[in-house]
């Protein structure tokens, strides 16, 4: 009976205990649970297949929880474990043998991936809860040494100085009834340890310390727990640094004193403090900007920046920091204030001041674009001069040329030659004299319309070409390659240019079947211009631009001249007066440039003998010669010219043109260079002028 009272009263108090667990239970499901969001120092990270332990970060800060402390009270640590797949939190089933809680340790041994996730570390009673978050990163390892691995740990350590390091976590490891063993590496490397370095049980002991031991430790830690054989890795990187003996005083590279910042006035100014901070074991240096010994923070300028210094280099726990100054707006003002840099930590501080001078304001955006503007004009008065080449250089001859009828005493602009045939007859007196008289106000002569009836033909023709500024030969065979006037006008034409610089011009109208020595001389000494059919019937066309800008310069509104008829002969009287005009104005001027008296030019006598004296003027002797002869039932008419030049000596040689012959050089002849040709063999009349 006392056995079956004593079971009664057990079964009654578990029942007792069941219901108040449940109780309590569902109290605490409804107080607000404070939740401290996931650990800030970063994740737990693991290699798959080795142990890995959680420690609850809410113990980081004693003077709010210690484990020692919860004991005590009614708190409770629980563990819980989030995951992709559920929403809510999962406690943690303690039960299972790959997890073990040890005071505020979660250990796993081992890991696997499945055990990655965020795990939750709560503490609560009936009127409390605090909660925090745990990342854990299972990786996999790669080989028996991972020389990529993050570490664990950093560690520094001074210059021929001693240090034990010990493996990390290997102290937070209850290891009850067990053996374990410690492996270190360096760099991997397990057989490079002596001389300078030792192992003393699980420690790595460093007697002194140089820069080839810096680098890489490893340290794996092998136990046996419950039948199984586990491990954990840690990584350890050491940093060899300066003693902490000698002067630490940070040291300013630059404000040097020496030292002149360029600023342009108006636009981001930055000025740049370079400073060696010296290695201080755990402690903090300050670097910073003052404005006439004022902060950024004090000033309160939104002009005035300045982010907080970056790492620029490193070595052996020397730090070269840089910490900048932005300045918006630079202007004139700001050159008056004191800008300074400086530098503090335990041992010592230093400023240094940045003198600034403004820069030489250079017009790089004026001169662009006035270079581009230029090139711009240029390329465009490029284009438009070669487009337009023709009417700019008749524009500028309108407003810079001169008028010649000012400057001499010609009464034609320009005579017309051309062959006598019905074909050119029409485009002369149609087209060229119609067009350059009505349109342009040219004074136009053509010996057939302009020349006065009787006297020597050769001397009508030489008057009339002396009388003109421009000679205009309208090229083709009928007119060079047969005995006619367009010849004769031809070489006269030649002379005057060589002679007189009298300007010729040659209009082609089609090419030529034959070549022919007299039209290449022609070409050659002249101005050439195609006449291109019915492109060139324009006024505005190329052949009359090339034509206007050849001949002397007229105005356009000129009107249409007096006389304006195409017949022969039709304005003989104001031809036969402006000749007389123009001989009485010439025989004025040369009677004033002569020495002696007036030179009266010879004058052929009836017979065609001689001239009474040598003339100055003489510059041309044209003969005209009525042949006897009888070509086949016709009287053959022929004519010679000759061209007489001045030397130096005072003879005039003699050139005759033969229309049978070529012409030939006869300088014998000193008295009269206007002697007739005697033809013996041949009856011929002769008739001499010069």
Excluded at 58 to 66: G, K, M, N
Excluded at 514 to 541: F, K, M, V, Y
Excluded at 550 to 575: E, Q
Aim: net charge neutral; aromatic share 8%; proline share 4%.
């Amino acid at each position: 009976m006392p056995l079956v009272f004593t079971l009664l009263c057990l079964c009654v108090l578990k029942m007792g205990g069941f219901s108040a667990s449940v109780t309590q239970a569902t109290v605490q499901s409804d107080i607000q649970c404070h939740d401290w969001g996931v650990w800030s120092e970063g994740s737990v990270r693991v290699y798959e297949g080795e142990v890995a332990y959680l420690y609850c970060p809410l113990f980081c800060h004693p003077t709010l929880y210690s484990y020692s402390q919860i004991q005590n009270s009614s708190l409770s640590l629980l563990w819980y474990r989030h995951t992709h797949t559920h929403e809510l939190e999962q406690p943690i089933n303690l039960k299972l043998h790959t997890l073990h809680k040890d005071r505020e340790y979660l250990w796993i041994q081992p890991a696997s991936a499945q055990d990655a996730g965020l795990y939750i570390c709560m503490l609560r009673n009936i009127s409390s809860c605090v909660k925090i978050g745990v990342e854990l990163k299972v990786v996999q390892k790669d080989g028996e040494c991972d020389l990529k691995a993050q570490p664990h740990l950093n560690l520094t350590i001074p210059f021929h100085s001693k240090r034990t390091l010990t493996c990390p976590d290997l102290n937070k490891l209850t290891l009850p009834n067990s053996t374990h063993s410690v492996s270190w590496y360096h760099f991997c490397n397990s057989h490079l340890f002596g001389n300078g370095r030792e192992l003393e049980g699980d420690d790595l002991v460093i007697y002194s310390m140089k820069g080839v031991y810096r680098g890489l430790y490893t340290c794996v830690v092998s136990y046996q727990m419950n039948g199984r054989m586990l491990q954990f890795t840690r990584n350890i990187n050491v940093i060899v640094v300066v003693p902490d003996a000698g002067s630490k005083v940070p040291i300013i590279l630059n404000p040097a004193s020496d030292q002149i910042y360029m600023v342009t006035l108006g636009d981001t100014v930055t000025l740049s403090c370079h400073v060696i901070l010296p290695h201080l074991y755990e402690e903090k240096q300050h670097i910073w900007w003052t404005i006439d010994k004022k902060t950024v923070e004090e000033l309160a300028d939104p002009r005035f920046s300045s982010p907080e210094a970056t790492l620029a280099s490193y070595k052996d726990g020397d730090e070269w920091k840089e910490r900048v100054l932005n300045v918006m707006d630079f202007s004139a003002d700001d050159l008056q204030r004191e800008f300074n840099c400086s530098a503090r930590n335990s041992r010592g501080f230093n400023t240094s001041r940045a003198v600034l001078k403004a820069e030489p304001y250079f017009p790089t955006l004026e001169l662009s674009c006035g270079l581009g503007v230029t090139l711009a004009l240029m390329l465009m008065m490029f284009v438009i001069y070669h487009v337009f080449w023709l009417e700019l250089l008749l524009l500028y001859r309108s407003w810079f040329g001169s008028d010649e009828r000012y400057t001499d005493d010609k009464q034609y602009d320009v005579y017309i030659s051309y062959a006598r045939n019905s074909e050119e007859e029409e485009f002369v007196l149609s087209t060229l004299r119609r067009v350059l008289e009505s349109e342009f106000g040219y004074s136009v002569c053509i010996f057939d319309r302009d020349s006065l009836p009787g006297g020597n033909l050769m001397e009508s023709v030489l008057r009339c070409m002396q009388a003109c500024r421009r000679l205009l030969v309208v090229l083709s065979s009928d007119c060079l390659c047969e005995k006619s006037l367009g010849l004769l006008e031809c070489r006269l034409c030649l002379y005057l240019h060589h002679a007189a610089r009298v300007p010729v011009i040659t209009v082609r109208r089609r090419a030529f079947s034959a070549p022919c020595g007299d039209i290449a001389q022609l070409r050659n000494n002249s101005i050439s211009i195609r006449w291109h059919d019915a492109r060139s019937e324009r006024t505005n066309s190329r052949f009359w631009k090339l034509l206007r800008l050849a001949l002397p310069l007229r105005p356009l509104a000129l009107g249409k001249r007096l006389i304006d008829s195409t017949s022969s002969h039709s304005d003989l009287a104001s031809v036969a007066m402006r000749y007389t005009h123009a001989q009485t104005v010439s025989l004025s001027r040369r009677s004033k440039g002569t020495r002696g008296g007036v030179r009266h030019q010879g004058v052929r006598d009836r017979s065609g003998r001689g001239c009474e004296q040598k003339g100055r003027g003489c510059a041309i002797c044209v003969s005209f010669q009525e042949s006897r002869r009888i070509w086949g039932g016709v009287i053959a008419t022929q004519w010679n010219t000759h061209l007489h030049q001045p030397v130096a000596n005072g003879t005039i040689p003699q050139t005759t043109h033969n229309s049978n012959t070529e012409p030939v050089n006869d300088p014998g002849n000193d008295l009269c260079p206007c002697e007739p040709i005697n033809n013996h063999q041949t009856n011929e009349l002769q008739t001499t002028h010069c």
